[in-house]
């Protein structure tokens, strides 16, 4: 049976209108609604989340308090070097051996307990007298000096945990031992290492740091750049 288009017949509302109007009203109110309840929920986020938390990043670099370097006493061919950069020594470890043309050798060992952070000579080469061989770094004097704008000093604390990037891409965990008092500019060996030119007078906290990992590897790092991470909720 076919149905006869001609005959369909619609019925309008006596007001002559259509419910449609009202449906997409009810549904734009609705979206209004869930827009403004976002906003809300995203202002107080805002002041929940990001203005509790703490993100400090500062510069540093690895020093030392105690380098020694390891010389040659007499012009002498080295007959052998028993470490390379990187190694741990322990005093009294073996790390040179030398000979003289008169036939007399010496044997250089490791004043105290450090890491190789430098090597200038090889084997089979020539040393004048004084000339430097190797360099070594006292494990327990080696520290991380950094530096932060002086806006965080509110959020710097002694025993404070942070976070160490390396240039190299290495990370450690570390920990403030130390606070300066007041504030210094960055000084201009600093400014170097960094690449960065301040003469505006600009002033910064000074800190110390040393590893919380439990096993001090921050000397092998000596003379290195890196990052300082503080992030945690504010207390």
Known sequence: MKLNKSKVKYQVPSNGSLKVGKSRKFVWGKFIYILVLIIILGIVSYFFIYERFIYITGRGVVESRQIINIESPFISSIDDIYVDIGDKVSAGDNLVKLSSREDYEESISAPLNGFVIDKYKNKNEVATVGEKILLIVNTEDTYILSYFEERDFKHIENGEQVKLIFDNGDRLNGRITKIYP??????????????????????????????????????????????????????
Do not use: H
């Not at 740091?209 to 590897?217: L, Q, Y």
């Open 182 to 235: 007041g504030t210094l500019p960055l000084p201009p060996e600093y400014q170097d290492l960094y690449g960065v030119n301040e003469s505006s007078g600009k002033r910064y906290i000074v800190a110390e740091i040393t590893s919380s990992d439990g096993n001090n590897n921050i000397p092998i790092y000596y003379n290195m750049r890196l990052r300082v991470a503080i992030n945690r909720w504010a207390k």
